[in-house]
């Protein structure tokens, strides 16, 4: 959790208490705070309800949002307006999204135009449903669902609902046109527009589309259903955040790419762009990216070497080039900007090895491994076919994705004949994929290690290294130490140096070759040494 909770108020709580927390407002004066005992708290001006308090009076000190204690609140969103109007959005645990404050056009979601003083669930079409994020624009709302569906409601007087008209919307709707049968993988919303970023790193998007600034094709200027985003053609996005009028968008390759109005509020000073256009190259591949609905902030970004730089409306000047910075994080960024607020919603930490115990489509999918009722696609292998599911394949490997999404000529087919690894590795390779664990021999692990390198499922690389490391013995110690050196795998040599050097004489009496001998004595040397001088 960010030190910087600090800069905003002493809330008498100890920073390992604090699960999740937002701070928000026109001077960035309204803070909500979520403990890691499931207790939620705030304080601030509480215009419209938008602390959830109960009631409209402004809260000197911390107080108890009743409704949102023991729903296990994971997340916190703001609905921004004119800096005074908010409705806020809550995410559980378990997919249930709560909802309160400004609700001049439906925003909440919850059927009404009332401006709601407590958190309410959110019922009607998500009532059965477990949304992983929801995006807030200045009168609406999109929610994403585990599912990969997208649901809106409120405004819609731009279209920016994406529901083929302009009728506003008091309950949940799920978007459809291009969206149907597509997994969604995040949203975003400007004040009165929407994006979907794909599965598939491609875009969509609808709303306000004045001088075409959605970067579709459409030349309309209210966009009701969603449509493609282009000029991206060959390019996979990652990461889409929106400001009011304008989107960043990060492509895998760490390159930003932005499109719509950038503004200087304090001048007449304005740039357009109508299609997808490269930031810069000049600060290295980029991992993460920052806007705000704040018209007076900058946007962000961090690069791989953790440098992050800004540009946009900084401090009243408009910085047309992004320039680094001493700063450490987003948070940092936006708690130093006017309003001071909190970027990322600070979500509960995962242990590094929770985090590598985690995996979704394990979960979810193992009993639909080489099925042909629902494959759409098949690897043939030693004359046998292996069924899979393209989608998973994209999911987990880049290599994949690439070959599936990219310029590939036969992406369009259904099989693909694999020659160069067998079956028994090739099968156990996939089935990987499905079921996040294995079940293969030792004498497997190295074909399947060696599969594994070819398409970067790195891994699962440890998995079969630990596997190799534990079955080496006197006897095969110089055969995997072998077939290692003519992989150009220098991972499992080390492994193999290792072990043979309180063992090296023994094992010197397997190798064929001298030449080997004397490679691997001198390589237990090599290691030898460096530990003597470490």
């Known amino acids: 959790m960010s030190k910087l909770l600090e800069k905003w108020a002493n809330f008498g709580y100890q920073k390992s208490e604090i699960r999740t927390a937002i701070v928000f407002g026109k001077n960035g004066e309204n803070v909500i705070i979520v403990l890691a005992n499931d207790e939620v708290f705030a304080f601030g001006k509480n215009k419209r309800g938008c602390l959830g308090v109960?009631?409209?009076?402004?809260?000197d000190e911390l107080k108890r949002i009743e409704n949102l204690c023991g729903q296990g609140i994971e997340g916190l969103e703001c609905g921004i307006f004119d800096r005074d109007k908010f409705h806020m959005l809550a995410i559980s645990g378990s997919g249930s999204?709560?909802?309160?404050?400004?609700n001049g056009s439906g925003q909440l979601g919850l059927g009404t135009k009332e401006c709601t003083e407590v958190p309410t669930k959110i019922s009607g079409c998500l009532e059965h449903k477990k949304v992983v994020q929801?995006?807030?624009g200045g009168y609406h709302t999109?929610?994403?669902?585990?599912?990969?569906?997208?649901?809106?409601?409120?405004?819609?007087?731009?279209?920016q609902l994406g529901l083929g008209s302009k009728d506003n919307q008091l309950l949940p709707q799920?978007?459809?046109g291009l969206l149907d049968g597509i997994i969604v993988a995040s949203v975003a919303c400007q004040k009165y527009s929407s994006f979907a970023l794909l599965q598939s790193g491609k875009i969509c998007a609808w709303g306000y589309?004045?001088?075409?600034?959605?970067?579709?094709?459409s030349t309309s200027e209210h966009e009701c259903s969603p449509c493609k985003v282009i000029g991206l053609e060959g390019v996979v996005i990652s990461q889409i955040v929106c400001a009011d009028f304008?989107?960043?968008?990060?492509?895998?390759d760490g390159k930003i790419y932005s499109w719509g109005v950038i503004y200087n509020s304090h001048s007449e000073k304005r740039i357009w762009l109508n299609r997808p256009t490269i930031i810069t190259t000049e600060m290295g591949r980029v991992k993460d990216i920052a806007a705000t609905h704040y018209g007076s902030h900058p946007s962000a970004a961090i690069t791989e070497d953790d440098k992050v730089y800004i540009w946009g409306n900084c401090n009243g000047q408009l910085v047309l080039k992004p320039i680094v910075t001493s700063f450490s994080s987003f948070d940092e960024v936006f708690a130093t900007a006017s309003p001071s607020v909190t970027y990322q919603r600070f979500p509960m930490k995962i242990t590094e090895d929770e985090s590598k115990r985690k995996c979704p489509?394990?979960?979810?999918?193992p009993e639909v491994f080489d099925n042909p009722e629902t494959a759409d696609f098949a690897f043939i292998v030693e004359g046998k076919k292996i069924h899979v599911h393209k989608i998973i394949l994209i999911l987990v490997s880049d290599v994949f994705k690439n070959l599936f999404l990219g310029d590939w000529k036969d992406s369009c087919q259904k099989e693909l004949i694999v020659e160069d690894h067998s079956y028994d590795a090739f099968y156990a390779f996939l089935k990987y994929f499905y079921t996040g664990k294995v079940n293969f021999t030792a004498e497997l692990a190295l074909d399947v290690y060696t599969v594994a390198r070819f398409y970067l499922v790195t891994d699962l690389m440890e998995v079969c290294k630990k596997i190799l490391k534990s079955g080496l013995t006197l006897q095969n110690a110089s055969f995997l130490y072998e077939k290692a050196t003519l992989l150009g795998a220098k991972d499992l040599c080390e492994v193999c140096v290792k072990f043979c050097e309180k063992r090296w004489v023994d094992v010197m009496d397997n190798f064929e070759s001298d030449d080997r001998k004397r490679e691997v004595v001198m390589e237990v040397f090599r290691w030898f040494a460096a530990g003597k001088k470490n």
């Open 54 to 59: 109960g009631n409209l009076d402004e809260v």
């Open 97 to 102: 999204v709560f909802s309160w404050g400004n």
């Open 134 to 136: 929801v995006a807030c």
């Open 142 to 159: 999109l929610t994403l669902t585990s599912e990969g569906e997208v649901y809106a409601f409120g405004c819609n007087a731009y279209g």
């Open 174 to 176: 799920r978007v459809g």
């Open 209 to 217: 589309n004045r001088d075409c600034f959605l970067g579709s094709s």
């Open 246 to 252: 304008f989107i960043l968008a990060l492509s895998d």
């Open 361 to 365: 489509i394990s979960k979810r999918f």
